[in-house]
């Protein structure tokens, strides 16, 4: 709960402390998915509410992270 929690922060703008590491939590989430999918059930919302914004971002590899995120979610 406590590494979802802190990752879903860093991922927000307003949390974060600039682009990349909006970037590196978004990577991190990726990663988590294609090793934990099966847990993911919970923190969904809350992965919707991080994600959404940062697709619609104006910084495109931000958009670009969590675009991938629901890629890799996909594929699974």
Do not use: N
């Not at 922060?9 to 988590?32: H, R, Y």
């Not at 090793?35 to 993911?40: A, D, P």
């Not at 971002?57 to 699974?76: K, P, Y």
């Amino acid at each position: 709960d406590v590494i979802m929690q802190v990752v879903c922060e860093a991922a927000t703008t307003k949390q974060s402390g600039g682009e990349a590491v909006i970037v590196a939590s978004l990577e991190c989430l990726v990663g988590i998915v294609q090793l934990y999918y099966q847990c993911l059930q919970p923190y969904m919302e809350a992965i919707l509410q991080v994600t959404l914004p940062a697709i619609r971002h104006e910084e495109e590899a931000i958009a670009l992270q969590a675009i991938e995120f629901w890629s890799t979610l996909c594929d699974r």
